[in-house]
């Protein structure tokens, strides 16, 4: 299969789920922040809370990383 | 080191005049959290008031002298240590009356058996005389009229009645002597069966009498000897008793009259068992022994405080828990796996040995700081000391690769995802097996069936699913859909069809973890570019002084950006990852009364 190909479908898998993640990250931190701004010994909870979107770019990463390495011959079936 | 400091909730009641010194002694050594505190204490505690333990002491002894004065119980020598005498005392005297009465019961039964079969001797002597045919077999039997009539028609009936002779015993009692045809005797016996009956010739009679009778006088005569012993056997106890709960009431009579003082100060405070000996010390010494203290375990009800207790250097992490909730009373406290843990996977994500030694400066910087900075500089060390020990494992200093390893972001990244994952294996695991302990020390069923051991099942139907040689050989069932689908139900009727939306969760738990490899690569990468830009800067004419700022720049960048990336990550791994398995996190820290200068 074209390498080119591959590597244009990881860098779409690692770039929209990024742009996801951090569309919900955006939302998540600046009701974060209104919080913390009520309460100061939320902070900690909230960051937790503004990262949690975060693992859907890490989904986006796996499959980045497994088209890249099937390309490149790392991992065979 | 796993669940925070056991506790006891203490009452210290003392003359108003030590208030003040006692509180400055008590702020100064920073021990109790106080939860009541009343000056001009009028009121007798209603829960364990001096006056409710009297008269339960008074009780006792009064039961206590009424069986001695009843059994005659000697008087012991020695004394024993006795704990919880009121209790104890309760229960010997019913112990000892229960044993007295049960000797008691079996000597009257004996000697009414007694009277009853003597009078059955007499009467077979009066009529040993009579001859009976040497073919007969008699039964000796003791009637009342209407029960006679019953059996005497059916035996009539047969004519097998060969002689009846008849005496009247006891009220309307009457015993008889029938002489029987030998090949009638299977036919009287199902007839007499509801009975008791001697049978036999009239000499086998008498002398089964008379052997019954010496049995029943045997028996009485070592009734009796146990009936004398029993005294003498509980003396001990019962004088040890006697001693403890005189000494008990003279205690609370003195209690009493100093609680019906006006001028007393209450404190009711929370502190941990093992300060306990120090503040009865303080309380002794600053109220010069004029003092009454309570102290007793606390109920679970009252939402006791939570002390953690750990290790000294797991103990900046508990920063890290008290950010998230504190665990309850009773609940598992994390602290110590997180202080292994949280450096471990900070390591892992910052990966190079030069953003370690960098971050072990500034750790220095702050461990010298006060308070919670001081706190987050000694996590930070540790942490740095994980960095440098990764770093120098996978080889890389400030993004440039010296040697080889098995595992490494930038060479081999697909092995190091794959680590991550058996990281998060082993890490989700862990959890769960915690959240089994703790509802097992809670006796939380509901919880260990749902939220542990569905888990744990379904785990196991994955690796049957994975690897089906491994009970192939034994079994021809289907284990991993047995072992898949059975949580899968579980759920399902427990907790409705949309939490069947947990097991992708369950899942995603373990992908978490791939973070680790990703912030890794992460570091290395960035790091890797900055070098490259580097290389490409000194091909410029004194490209070297822009090549130097970019480096250091670059690289300062990428250690703040990814130290405070990969501190972040680790704690949400514990935070989501972790902790969300099992952590119920109610505890509420422990207010420590303190007088600052």
């Known amino acids: 299969m074209d390498v080119n190909i591959i590597a244009l479908g990881a860098g779409i898998a690692i770039g929209l789920s990024a742009l996801g993640s951090a569309i919900g990250q955006g939302l998540a931190a600046s009701a974060a922040a209104g919080a913390v701004a009520e309460d100061e010994s939320l902070y900690v909870k909230e960051l937790t809370f503004a990262v949690l979107p975060e693992t859907q770019s890490i989904y986006g990463f796996i499959i980045a990383m497994i088209l890249i390495a099937f390309a490149f011959g790392l991992i065979q079936l | ?597």
């Not at chain 2, 005392?89 to 039964?109: C, F, G, L, P, Y």
């Not at chain 2, 665990?327 to 990966?351: A, E, H, N, Q, V």
Request: with cysteine; glycine share 4%.
């Open chain 2, 1 to 597: 080191m796993l669940i925070p400091k056991p506790l006891y909730e203490v009452i210290c009641i003392f003359p108003q005049k030590y208030t003040d010194r006692l509180l400055i002694e008590l702020g100064k050594e920073e021990i109790i959290q106080i939860k009541e505190f009343k000056e001009k204490y009028k009121k007798v505690p209603s829960i364990d008031s001096p006056l409710i333990k009297t008269n339960n002491v008074v009780k006792a002894l009064m039961r206590l002298d009424y069986i001695v004065d009843k059994l005659k119980i000697p008087k012991s020598d020695s004394i024993k240590e006795i704990d919880s005498p009121v209790k104890s005392a309760e229960e010997i005297v019913n112990e000892i009356e229960q044993a007295h009465s049960t000797i008691k019961d079996r000597i009257n039964k004996d000697i009414k058996k007694t009277h009853t079969l003597t009078l059955y001797l007499e009467f077979v002597n009066s009529i040993k005389k009579i001859k009976f045919r040497e073919k007969d077999v008699s039964f000796l039997i003791a009637t009342e009229y209407k029960e006679w009539k019953s059996i005497k028609k059916g035996l009539k009936k047969e004519n097998i009645v060969y002689s009846s002779i008849k005496k009247r015993i006891s009220g309307e009692k009457v015993l008889r002597l029938l002489s029987i045809k030998i090949e009638n005797e299977k036919y009287a016996e199902n007839r007499l069966t509801d009975l008791n009956y001697y049978k036999g010739k009239i000499r086998d009679i008498e002398s089964m009498i008379n052997k019954e009778i010496k049995l029943a006088e045997k028996r009485i005569k070592e009734n009796k000897d146990e009936l004398e012993k029993l005294p003498g056997e509980y003396s001990l106890s019962v004088y040890s008793l006697k001693e403890k709960l005189e000494l008990k009431l003279k205690i609370l009579e003195n209690k009493r009259k100093f609680l019906c003082s006006e001028f007393i100060t209450l404190i009711n405070c929370w502190i941990a068992r093992s300060d306990f000996k120090r503040l009865k010390k303080i309380i002794s010494k600053e109220t010069e022994n004029n003092y009454i203290i309570y102290k007793e375990k606390p109920d679970i009800r009252d939402n006791p405080p939570t002390k953690l207790s750990n290790f000294f250097l797991f103990e900046p992490f508990e920063m890290l828990l008290e950010g998230f909730s504190l665990p309850g009373y009773k609940d598992i406290d994390p602290t110590f796996i997180m202080g292994l843990f949280f450096p471990l996977f900070f390591g892992i994500m910052l990966s190079d040995a030069g953003y370690g030694m960098l971050l072990l400066l500034i750790s220095f910087f702050l461990i010298f700081k006060k308070g919670n900075m001081k706190k987050f500089g000694e996590i930070l060390l540790i942490c740095s000391v994980f960095t440098l020990a990764t770093g120098v494992y996978f080889g890389s200093w400030f993004g440039f690769n010296f040697t080889e390893s098995y595992i490494n972001p930038l060479k081999k990244p697909i092995e190091l995802m794959v680590f991550s994952l058996v990281v998060g294996v082993f890490y989700v695991n862990l959890s769960l097996i915690l959240g089994l302990v703790q509802s097992i020390i809670k006796k939380d069923w509901n919880f260990l069936f749902n939220e542990i051991l569905l888990w744990l099942i379904f785990e196991i139907g994955i690796v049957f699913l994975i690897f089906p040689e491994i009970f192939s050989e034994h079994t021809n069932l289907p284990l991993h859909t047995i072992f898949l689908t059975g949580p899968v139900l579980a759920r399902i009727f427990s907790k409705g069809i949309l939490n069947i939306l947990d097991f992708p969760k369950f899942f995603s738990t373990i992908i978490s973890f791939i973070r680790l490899s990703a912030l890794a690569m992460s570091t290395a990468w960035i790091s890797f570019a900055i070098n490259l830009i580097y290389r490409l800067t000194l091909k410029f004419p004194k490209g070297i002084y822009i090549g130097i700022i970019v480096l250091v720049l670059g690289h300062l960048f990428n250690f703040a950006f990814n130290t405070f990336g990969s501190f972040l990550q680790a704690m949400r791994l514990h935070y989501v990852e972790f902790l969300g398995q099992f952590y119920l996190g109610k505890g509420e820290k422990m207010q420590i009364f303190s007088i600052k200068k």
